[in-house]
């Protein structure tokens, strides 16, 4: 079946330092991939939709220039924190679809566990 | 705004029971109904996915319903066992757009 790697898993770093999380589908074209943020016992909240080659759409309240997402070929999508603060700590997570995989489930990542000092 | 709910919030059930898990959404008009569960600190695992046009799938255990014009699905989890403990999340995907609305999901514990 369709996988979804997302790399790092865990990231702990200093305030003030930019992070970038690596999503990447590994045996199908994903045309869009979806970046999702959680909160502790939160459910997931959509931040932003990636589309291959295009910029990225934002949902409301997310500041596209704090979170900065590259879709640069149809395997690999990056979301960079940057400037990141105690405020930014979360669980990141992408999910990836490809325009023929319509009717099949949307795949995820194992998430990104990010905490900032 | 699509509105996904989730009822209970946190269930606890002894080995061998079967359950219900509940999922309502406000806006009809979707395009799926994926049922995912998520173990601590992990990813999502999709475990069912009803399309608007069906009524249930099944899997194993697992069988999810989807009755869209009421905007309610339920998961039926048969004889329970200690490894089902979870969060089991519900999420509708609307009819424009691939992006998926989340439920807060059900905390499951199945004790021995």
């Known amino acids: 079946g369709a996988v979804v790697s997302q790399h790092p898993s865990w990231v702990i770093c200093k305030s003030g330092t930019s992070v970038k999380i690596e999503c990447r589908s590994l045996d199908f074209q994903a045309t869009t991939m979806f970046w999702y943020r959680q909160f502790p016992k939160q459910s997931l909240m959509l931040m932003a939709t990636s589309n291959e080659g295009s910029k990225a759409t934002y949902e409301q309240g997310v500041e596209k220039d704090k979170f900065l997402i590259n879709h640069a070929s149809l395997t690999l999508s990056t979301l960079t924190v940057t400037s990141a603060h105690p405020e930014d700590s979360s669980f990141y997570i992408c999910?990836?679809?490809?325009?023929?995989?319509?009717?099949?489930?949307?795949?995820f990542g194992d998430g990104t566990r990010l905490s900032i000092l | 705004k699509q509105e996904v709910t989730q009822i209970p919030a946190a269930l606890s059930v002894p080995e061998g029971e079967n359950l219900v898990l509940n999922c309502s959404f406000t806006d009809s008009a979707i395009y799926n109904l994926q049922w995912f569960r998520q173990d601590p600190g992990k990813g999502l695992t999709s475990l069912l996915l009803?399309?608007?046009?069906?009524r249930e799938q099944t899997s194993g255990r697992l069988n999810a319903s989807l009755d869209k014009s009421s905007g309610r699905s339920t998961l039926y989890i048969a004889a329970s066992q200690p490894g089902d403990s979870a969060t089991y999340l519900c999420a509708v995907r609307p009819n424009s757009g691939y992006a998926l609305n989340f439920g807060k999901g059900t905390s499951l514990l199945v004790t021995p």
């Open positions: 999910s990836a679809s490809s325009w023929n995989t319509g009717n099949q489930p949307q795949h």
């Open positions: 009803i399309q608007s046009s069906q």
